[in-house]
């Protein structure tokens, strides 16, 4: 099974869809190993966000995501990182096909509702940063069979 890191943004928060989106990937699903609400810092986001360090967009992109607390999930399936950023579409809300997470709330190319890792290596280094090891659980959802063939998990 694969682990992928998704941050429900400030803009969902203060919408009021954190429930509405956590339920989207959870009707897809993926399984939940990792929940947690957590105020971000500067600190934490200027490492998050390293690679747009040189953009001049960079300190709005981190005064966002401090705006208010975010919920930080770690979801767990086969393929996890491809299903989740399938069902969040791409960046630009305003771009993002219906049907898509992004696509159905968002307008907008920043305030887009959640962050998903990319890839696995890049999950990996997420899932350290915003969790430690004692808030990720290993279980087993009784309802493997009913979500997957039995050769594919």
């Known amino acids: 099974m694969e682990r992928t890191l998704v941050l429900l943004k400030p803009c969902t928060v203060q919408r009021a869809l954190i429930g509405e989106i956590i339920s989207i990937f959870e009707k ?86 959640v962050h998903a890792s990319d890839g696995p290596e890049t999950a990996k280094a997420e899932l350290k940063r915003f969790f430690t090891d004692s808030e990720l659980f290993e279980w087993k959802p009784n309802n493997l069979l009913s979500t997957y063939a039995n050769d594919e998990f």
């Open 28 to 113: 897809k699903g993926l399984h939940i190993v990792g929940l947690k609400m957590m105020q971000l810092t500067d600190e934490i986001l200027s490492e998050h966000y390293a690679h747009l360090s040189e953009k001049p967009f960079f300190q709005r992109v981190k005064d966002s995501m401090m705006a208010c607390p975010v919920v930080a999930m770690c979801l767990e399936g086969v393929g996890a990182i491809e299903a989740v950023r399938t069902l969040a579409g791409p960046t630009n809300g305003r771009l993002a096909p219906a049907g898509t997470i992004r696509g159905d709330y968002s307008m907008s190319y920043q305030e887009n509702i």
